[in-house]
Structures are given as structure tokens and as C-alpha cells.
């Protein structure tokens, strides 16, 4: 709960709200401010890259793997909140040289989070995060190639997210295809409570095939939950 109250504080106090009643007023009330509410309270990876060694991982283990066993293999990114977890991903698969398709799918609750993702804008605490990510995850080559700069503020190449596709679509909807052979859920969880994680872990297992990789955070553990049944 810590992060959620200082999430909400934070926009209260962007909003000049003065108390939590009057944003539950303002919630029920406007249906845009709503829709800002959820990008604003949503939580998403902060940087790009974040845990290079599981991008090292996957680079040289579980893609070779998932290019082995499908041809134009499907990785789906549910939830995206920031969109960096889904750029990184783009970074990786445009430096991998594939000789065929792979299809890259985020979801997103709504417009306003996915024009945030649009707008590829890095701020520079943000973006130097990336920078140290990245090069641990590829050294000697330098995060700039990926790097436009318009009016002084530095944001994401467009190129990135050429041929993705960023679907508008709420938790409760299907997220896997035939072809789906890989779900990144990364950092999801750690938001949400238990039953929460429950429900969620059900679904997406439910729409998985036997040979669909499911990744969750370092933080995450999905044994608890009885639902090993579905997943080997």
C-alpha cells in the first residue's frame, strides 16, 4: 500500500485536491479526469532495461528458444503502463537480426496511457538509467542510436514501434493468440493484492499454450497460488 498512498498524495497535490474525499468526488464525477486518474495511479517499470541481466537472459536463452520452436512467434506485453518494458523489447529484437517476424503486442487500460507511450518523451533521470541498463546489457554499443532530440528534450526513436501493435483492452480480456510464445508480466504483481494476483494468474494461464513462456519481476513468486497445475 505504501506506493499507492504516494502515488495518490502525489496527485492530489498535482491537482490541488485537498483532500482524498474530493478526488473520490472528482473520480465519480468526470469521466476524463477518470481516465487521467488511472494513467496517473497506474505503476510501470521506471527505466529501460531494467534488470539487464533477465534482458541478457533472454537475448541468449529463451529467444533462441522461442525462434526454435514457432515461426512468426507472438510476445505480448499485457498492461503497459510507461511502454519501456515494450521499447526495450523493440530494442532487443531490432538488434537480434531475426530472419523472420516476431510479432511485439501491448495492451493498455486506456488512450491517455497509451498516448503517454506515443510520446516517447524521456525525462533525464529516466533516461540515464537506460543509458547504464542498457550498456551493461550491450556493451560497447551506445543507447544515443535510439535517441531523437526535439526543443531540447530527448525522446524515443518512432522507428521503435514500427509494425507494433498497442491495443486499448482492460485486464478481464483475452491477451494470448495461437501464437503467443511469450507473456511479459514483469513487475505487475508486486502492485496488487493477493487475490488480485490470483485472479489475474488464472487468466493469463488459462489462455496459454503448453508452450508459452509466462515471465514475472525478480520480486515475484507465482508458486503460492496452487496454480502449478496449469504451467509446467
Known amino acids: 500500500m505504501a506506493p499507492f498512498r504516494i502515488r495518490l498524495s502525489e496527485i492530489r497535490q498535482a491537482h490541488a485536491l485537498t483532500s482524498t474525499e474530493v478526488l473520490i468526488e472528482k473520480i465519480l464525477d468526470d469521466p476524463v479526469y477518470y ?5 496517473d495511479i497506474s505503476n510501470g517499470s521506471p527505466d529501460l532495461f531494467r534488470d539487464p541481466d533477465f534482458w541478457i537472459h ?15 512467434p507472438e510476445i505480448v506485453i499485457p498492461e503497459s503502463v510507461t511502454g519501456h ?14 530472419e523472420y517476424r516476431v510479432d511485439l503486442v501491448a495492451t493498455c487500460r486506456n488512450e491517455k496511457i497509451r498516448d503517454r ?27 544515443d542510436q535510439y535517441i531523437d532530440i526535439r526543443k531540447g528534450k530527448k525522446y524515443l526513436n518512432p522507428g521503435l514501434l ?3 501493435d498497442i491495443r486499448l483492452q482492460s485486464p478481464d480480456q483475452p491477451v494470448c493468440s495461437d501464437r503467443t510464445s511469450l507473456i511479459l508480466y514483469r513487475n505487475r504483481m508486486i502492485y496488487l493484492n493477493a487475490e488480485e494476483q490470483y485472479n489475474r494468474l488464472k487468466k493469463l494461464f488459462g489462455e496459454m499454450s503448453g508452450s508459452t513462456y509466462f515471465v514475472t519481476g525478480v520480486r515475484e513468486s507465482i508458486d503460492r497460488f496452487g496454480l502449478d497445475h496449469m504451467y509446467s
Open 35 to 39: 481516465e487521467a486518474f488511472i494513467r
Open 58 to 72: 533472454f537475448r541468449d536463452k529463451l529467444l533462441p528458444s522461442i525462434l526454435k520452436s514457432r515461426h512468426y
Open 85 to 98: 518494458e515494450l521499447y526495450s523489447m523493440a530494442v532487443l529484437l531490432n538488434e537480434a537480426e531475426i
Open 117 to 143: 507511450i506515443l510520446e516517447r518523451y524521456l525525462p533525464n533521470l529516466i533516461l540515464k538509467n537506460s543509458k547504464d541498463n542498457y550498456e551493461l546489457f550491450n556493451p560497447g554499443s551506445s543507447f
Open 162 to 164: 514500427k509494425g507494433v
